[in-house]
């Protein structure tokens, strides 16, 4: 796995998903950090899930992960055989949708330890059968033997006490200050806002909703902190709540 994100790859794509795209395409795969709370986040936004902050910058994993959840897609022997489809929990907290290759789909069992790798692949054939040389990269996995499990990631120590994760998970996402919190169902703070428009090339219609919704945000005098969360819609698309 490609653990140093590669600046041309990104150095077209504009949103935060293909700029995610362009690095996996390269063979780089790279989750997200918050600045402002620390915390991991992965499939990528636009805005911090944990603490609302638009501070968020791309990092490389580690690789390493537990297999969190799994199941096998029975198919034909002439369809390609049997192949396992899993969720793997990372070591930094995140859980993405996966598989675990080399091995047979029924050995893969949910506390199974494994590594991340880029599998790339032809992206485009063109007429006549020939590749564009350009690929397209997806991440996979690879069973680790005889891999320790980290204390206290994704699970529940012998103490009972809870993981790191499950705190995370159990913690409301955005606090809204009480000064703010008395005037619910009182006063209306209204704010507008506008991101690239009609120019915003490389964004897709969740993120263009995204940023401006922070911008409505910021011009009603609002932080993300300030605030439970938004939802928002367009002619063409609709966003679910944020964060």
Not at 48 to 76: E, L, N, W
Not at 174 to 180: D, G, K, R
Not at 214 to 238: E, N, P, R
């Amino acid at each position: 796995m490609t653990t140093t994100p590669q600046t041309n790859a990104s150095a077209v794509a504009t949103g935060i998903l293909a700029q995610h795209t362009a690095q996996l395409d390269a063979g780089t795969f790279l989750i997200q950090r918050c600045k402002a709370c620390g915390n991991a986040i992965y499939f990528p936004r636009e805005v911090c899930p944990h603490c609302g902050s638009g501070d968020i910058h791309f990092v490389a994993p580690g690789g390493m992960g537990t297999v969190y959840s799994t199941t096998v897609v029975r198919r034909k022997p002439e369809a390609g055989g049997d192949y396992n489809v899993c969720i793997v929990e990372l070591d930094e907290g995140v859980r993405l949708m996966s598989r675990v290759t080399g091995v047979v789909p029924d050995v893969v069992k949910i506390g199974m330890r494994v590594q991340a790798r880029v599998e790339l692949t032809p992206a485009d054939v063109q007429p006549g059968g020939q590749a564009d040389g350009k690929t397209k990269g997806r991440v996979v996995f690879d069973a680790m033997q005889g891999a320790a499990h980290p204390a206290g990631r994704g699970t529940v120590t012998d103490t009972g006490t809870p993981s790191h994760f499950e705190r995370i998970l159990k913690t409301p996402a955005v606090h809204t200050p009480s000064p703010l919190a008395a005037l619910r169902g009182k006063v209306a703070i209204a704010g507008v806002g506008t991101f690239g428009f009609g120019e915003a090339h490389g964004y897709t219609d969740m993120e263009l909703l995204a940023k401006s919704a922070h911008a409505a945000v910021a011009d009603a005098g609002l932080t993300m902190q300030d605030i439970d969360g938004l939802c928002t819609a367009s002619t063409t698309s609709t966003m679910w709540a944020l964060p």
